[in-house]
């Protein structure tokens, strides 16, 4: 069972630069999320999607894009990836018939901007 | 505005002690729903109970209970007979019916001690 599966593992990218990180889900979920982690500050939400075509922001947007072109994929764009985006990403997803509709998380993308 | 607060950065208990970790919650809406995840070193999020907010018992998945204080808005985890395996970040979550996001604590570092 793969679950929820994000690529890259690992990054680290020179400011300015652009990348994807690319989140993938089998389980057919409706709902699809990114998160960030940061030491001290549990996870905030970045942006997220209530179906296939459709995204919407969440508490910290700014210098992201994403996009979600199939239902299970939901890819996290840097355009110009500054030091203040060095963090954990998250992306999980969600049934929105499952009782208490609780995520599934990927492992994470460690991510350092220098 | 929904708002998860753990006050505890981090607990070390002896193996086999039961434990408690705090978790307040503040939301106007008389519908949400309250998550636990545990975050070992390695990374991931793994789901371990929810409790919603009709519901008329507290929530409880093998060794773990949520007890749940709708009038003091408190939704604190308890461990019994603690393991070294229980050695992680736990976070506590909640969702506001109607809401997209799940919203996050900052986390309760927890030490089981041989």
């Known amino acids: 069972n793969a679950g929820v599966t994000q690529t890259p593992k690992f990054r680290v990218l020179k400011t300015g630069q652009s990348m994807t990180l690319l989140c993938a889900q089998d389980?057919?979920?409706?709902?699809m999320y990114w998160y960030r982690q940061d030491p001290g500050m549990g996870l905030r939400l970045i942006h997220y999607?209530?179906?296939?075509?459709?995204?919407a922001k969440g508490e910290v947007p700014d210098g992201y894009n994403v996009s979600r072109l199939k239902k299970q994929n939901f890819l996290l764009g840097l355009e110009s990836a500054a030091p203040s985006q060095t963090s954990v990403y998250f992306c999980?997803?969600?049934?929105?018939?499952?009782?208490?509709?609780?995520?599934?998380f990927g492992s994470g993308t460690q991510l350092s901007v220098l | 505005a929904q708002k998860i607060t753990q006050t505890q950065p981090g607990m070390f208990v002896q193996e086999k002690e039961a434990v408690t970790l705090d978790c307040t919650y503040d939301?106007?809406?008389?519908?949400?729903?309250l998550f636990w995840y545990k975050q070992p070193s390695s990374g991931e999020m793994i789901f371990l109970i929810y409790?919603?907010?009709?519901?008329?018992q507290n929530a409880t998945e093998g060794r773990y209970s949520l007890n749940f204080q709708k009038a003091r808005k408190s939704a604190n985890l308890v461990i019994s007979a603690s393991q070294l395996g229980d050695s992680a970040m736990y976070f506590c979550?909640?969702?506001?019916?109607?809401?997209?996001?799940?919203?996050f604590g900052q986390g309760t570092r927890l030490t089981i001690n041989p």
């Open positions: 409790q919603g907010s009709y519901d008329q």
């Open positions: 939301t106007s809406d008389p519908s949400y729903g």
């Open positions: 999980a997803s969600s049934d929105r018939t499952a009782g208490g509709e609780k995520l599934f």
């Open positions: 979550a909640m969702r506001v019916r109607g809401a997209q996001k799940l919203v």
């Open positions: 389980m057919n979920h409706e709902y």
């Open positions: 999607s209530v179906g296939e075509g459709t995204t």
